[in-house]
């Protein structure tokens, strides 16, 4: 029996699936936050009909942020210091852009992991690969001065999001449905 033909059946429809992350990150990820993800896109969705009815300026800056094409993780290392900002998307408001604070990134030799180092409401995760463009960020957000708890600790401190780069000085993470405040949140980056 010849197989080639088989075989070649089998790599096209493995190459046409996406990528999906495993290993670890399927191990840590809480049952919850793997149901924020798997609404990600009809919770983005409904949080950007709601921002329209924000700040008309406001709404041209996020706008041009998601107009951006995605480029790969695989040929560029996040690793040093970052500006950050948020912006929260539907929810409470239609949309707030809030000023830059500083980030760093570093990479432990498991992968690059994140702190929001200054503002009221920060974060500290690390990242999984999940394809070419795009990674999964799990963290835990504090307030202030407060130690961040680890990830798993609960629902009012664990984050979950997808991480997108546009080039080599700018990259976002996507937060589906966070616990406070807004329908999505967006933590942007640039140098």
Same mark, same amino acid.
């Given at each position: 029996m010849n197989l080639r033909p088989l075989l070649a059946t089998a790599a096209l429809f493995c190459a046409a699936l996406p990528a999906h992350a495993d290993g670890q990150v399927q191990k840590l990820i809480t049952a919850a936050d793997k149901a924020r993800l798997a609404k990600y896109d009809e919770t983005r969705k409904a949080a950007l009909a709601e921002a329209k009815a924000g700040n008309p300026a406001e709404v041209s800056q996020l706008n041009a942020l998601l107009a951006k094409p995605l480029v790969s993780f695989s040929? #560029? &290392?996040?690793?040093g210091n970052w500006q950050c900002r948020t912006i929260k998307v539907g929810g409470l408001s239609p949309l707030v852009i809030y000023g830059w604070f500083k980030c760093k990134v570093t990479d432990d030799g498991s992968g690059w992991r994140l702190q929001k180092i200054n503002g009221s409401q920060r974060t500290q995760g690390r990242f999984f690969d999940d394809g070419e463009k795009r990674s999964i960020y799990l963290g835990s957000g504090s307030v202030n001065n407060d130690r961040a708890k680890p990830y798993g600790s609960g629902p009012q401190t664990d984050q979950v999001g997808y991480?997108?780069? @546009? @080039?080599?000085?700018?990259?976002?993470?996507?937060? %589906?449905? %966070?616990?406070?405040?807004?329908?999505? &949140?967006?933590?942007?980056? #640039?140098?």
């Amino acid at each position: 029996m010849n197989l080639r033909p088989l075989l070649a059946t089998a790599a096209l429809f493995c190459a046409a699936l996406p990528a999906h992350a495993d290993g670890q990150v399927q191990k840590l990820i809480t049952a919850a936050d793997k149901a924020r993800l798997a609404k990600y896109d009809e919770t983005r969705k409904a949080a950007l009909a709601e921002a329209k009815a924000g700040n008309p300026a406001e709404v041209s800056q996020l706008n041009a942020l998601l107009a951006k094409p995605l480029v790969s993780f695989s040929d #560029k &290392d996040l690793t040093g210091n970052w500006q950050c900002r948020t912006i929260k998307v539907g929810g409470l408001s239609p949309l707030v852009i809030y000023g830059w604070f500083k980030c760093k990134v570093t990479d432990d030799g498991s992968g690059w992991r994140l702190q929001k180092i200054n503002g009221s409401q920060r974060t500290q995760g690390r990242f999984f690969d999940d394809g070419e463009k795009r990674s999964i960020y799990l963290g835990s957000g504090s307030v202030n001065n407060d130690r961040a708890k680890p990830y798993g600790s609960g629902p009012q401190t664990d984050q979950v999001g997808y991480a997108f780069r @546009s @080039s080599a000085s700018q990259w976002r993470i996507e937060f %589906p449905s %966070p616990y406070y405040e807004s329908k999505l &949140d967006i933590m942007e980056f #640039k140098r």
